[in-house]
């Protein structure tokens, strides 16, 4: 294996509380050294002037399809677009056909990323058998064989006291539950916000409080299991504010946000394009403000994709009948430093800490740090290339999201994967 030098990068280590213009050796898959140092013989040097040099990003929430929806994503595409996206370590969802409950599925997982060698898959498996709310998966096995949580994704569970076994057997085993919160019968039939929008727009609407009763409800349990509890994808001022109230108390309740929910409101749906259809829906302006606020003051621990590729046929059937989604991976780390960072909203270092640090504290995995002696997942990106977001051009099979033609700022150059590169100026290897 190749010795890497990156020279001259402004590195950003939130893990180390590190920002500073240092260098950085890899070798034999591992931060050699980190700073200062004497430049050694036989290595490939990458010039990373003016670009950022940051922990591997890590993606706690992703569908990559595979089993049995590969004509929308597979393992190998998805690990392609989380590369190209400056992703290390990604985890996937268990709502595949048939559903993650199982041994074997996380193994699957395990196995097809090492095959590909692109990026490291930490599965999450579901919590109850074919997600039907029934019946609890083996949760301790599929642990014991790689998954790093448990989720109903798509769904909640319904049945409080199945959910309140479940947190009983994670808190003992140490793994996270990955709580997707709507009550079902709340959002029965909605396809976007309730609202003034929706009304006008004549479509039936999910009301907000459909999604804070169960983070609410999940929180009291979490509470009385000390279960470690990871809130996805919150859309709602009010969910916030429930989340806020709880970390007073814990601090085994995590929370994250997808690039769209900071980004887009209700207000920007016409009824037409199912690009602007996701689950949880595009909320108003208000909560987009909240969402914001709550990113830069901590609340919102984490940015994560919700990366939801389908095929063009089925998004094409209209917003009543089209599926939810969208693909986000190799799009998040732009729409983020461009709303987020340029905007003044965080801090670079904060952004990489969202997009790397905290989310292996909250798996308890040892990356998300340029630390001498840890694995060498590294990104290199310049932060200042200005381009136009282009689906043609994604690695993903998924082309469905609202931001094409959107003009970002940022541009991962080079990724870096147990000191070997994935990418590099921009190209898959």
Known sequence: MKKILIKNGRVIDPANNFDDVADVLVED??????GSFETPQDCETIDATGCWVTPGLIDLHVHFREPGQTHKEDIASGSAAAALGGF?????????????????????????????????????????????????????????????????????????????E????????????????????????????????????????????????????????????DAKLHICHVATKAGVDIIADAKKRTSLVTAEIAPHHFILSDEDIDGTDTN???????????????????????????????????????????????????????????????????????????????????????LGIDKGSLAVGRAADITIINPTARHTIDPANFASKGKNMPFAGREVVGKVRHTIYGGKFTVKEGRLQ
């Open 276 to 362: 602007f259809k996701m689950n949880p829906p595009l909320r108003t302006k208000s909560d987009v403000a909240a969402m914001i606020e709550a990113l830069a003051e901590g609340t919102i621990d984490v940015i994560a994709t919700d990366h939801a590729p389908h095929h063009a046929d089925e998004k094409a059937k209209g917003f009543l009948e089209a599926p939810n989604g969208i693909v986000g991976l190799e799009i998040s780390l732009p729409l983020a430093l461009t709303e987020l960072v340029e905007t003044g909203i965080l801090t670079p270092m904060a952004l990489i800490n969202k997009m790397s640090t905290l989310p292996a504290k909250i």
């Open 88 to 164: 290390t370590t990604v985890c996937t969802m268990p709502n595949t056909n048939p559903v993650g409950d199982s041994v074997d599925w996380v193994r699957h997982q395990i196995a097809r990323a090492k095959e590909i060698g692109l990026v490291d898959i930490l599965p999450i498996a579901a919590i109850t058998m074919g997600q039907k709310g029934e019946t609890l998966a083996p949760i301790a096995e599929m642990a014991a064989a790689g998954a790093v949580g448990i989720s109903e994704d798509g769904m909640s569970v319904k049945n409080a006291k199945l959910m309140k």
């Open 29 to 34: 898959g591992k931060i050699a050294a980190a």
């Open 166 to 225: 479940a947190m009983e057997i994670t808190a003992k085993l140490g793994i996270v539950v990955f709580d997707h919160c709507e009550d079902a019968k709340l959002a029965s039939g909605g396809v976007m916000n309730e609202g003034e929008v929706s009304k006008k727009l004549g479509l039936p609407g999910i009301p907000r409080c459909a999604e804070d009763v169960i983070i609410a409800r999940d929180i009291v349990l979490a509470q009385a299991t």
